[in-house]
């Protein structure tokens, strides 16, 4: 079987049963609720926000389509359920819009209840790093987040992200506002990752990579020994010509 992402030879069979298993629930978390509140727009009868209601329609059926066919949900992982939230709430707007009634916007809402849950069950399936893997392919792999303080004592979380090209870290500034600081590093770049501790802000382990300049990076996430540990190995997987 197939599988929409690069995956190394050592765990080929082991993510095209993982893949098996997902991609039925992936296909109908993204699809089935911007499918159903077209449906349910047509046979109701219009309100007068016509051209309002058909825009969010379309506006929240193009984008999970186009983060499917983009594979964006292989290096995006962490975004499944946020996006599929954020596109059902503008479907459900859209139709209430279109139709002037609350609860003609219910059976939107209960499919995409049914692909949220569904699509969690595939990223536990798919995104399993237990036995490490996950760092065989390019999926995405998120850190846990930690908690720092931000420049006013708040604390706010940090985590970083990786896929099979670019290591991105994050940390959020405030609750309100929503700019993030952070930066990202080409895996192809990174000679050195370590675990070490540091005198920063918030103290303790932090993660750290040495890029090819031998310029040294502090991560802040949750957990970063294994965090880490699944760098370092994808990492060495990488420079491995086993790759298809």
Not at 154 to 180: E, I, K, M
Request: with cysteine.
């Amino acid at each position: 079987m197939s599988v929409p992402f690069r995956v190394h030879a050592s765990v080929r069979s082991e993510f095209e049963r993982r893949w098996a298993r997902a991609r039925v629930p992936v296909l109908f978390g993204f699809l089935a609720p911007p499918a159903v509140s077209p449906v349910v727009a047509l046979v109701a009868p219009r309100s007068g926000a016509v051209v309002a209601g058909w825009a969010l329609l379309v506006v929240g059926g193009a984008v999970p389509v186009a983060f499917l066919l983009r594979r964006g949900y292989v290096h995006r992982t962490g975004w499944w359920l946020g996006l599929v939230a954020c596109t059902t709430a503008a479907h459900g707007i859209g139709v209430v819009l279109l139709t002037g009634h609350l609860l003609l916007a219910l059976p939107t809402v209960l499919v995409a209840a049914v692909g949220g849950v569904l699509l969690a069950r595939a990223k536990a399936v798919l995104l399993d790093v237990t036995g490490g893997a996950i760092a065989g392919t390019t999926l995405g792999v998120s850190s846990a987040s930690r908690q720092v303080r931000n420049a006013t004592g708040h604390p706010v979380p940090a985590h970083a992200d990786f896929d099979g090209a670019v290591l991105r870290w994050h940390v959020v500034t405030g609750r309100s506002a929503p700019d993030v600081s952070g930066g990202e590093l080409p895996l192809r770049d990174i000679t050195d990752v370590r675990v070490a501790d540091t005198r920063a802000e918030p103290g303790g382990e932090v993660v750290v990579v040495r890029d090819a300049a031998g310029h040294d990076v502090e991560l802040v996430v949750g957990r970063p020994r294994d965090f880490a540990a699944l760098l370092d190995r994808r990492l060495r997987l990488l420079r491995d010509p086993g790759w298809s």
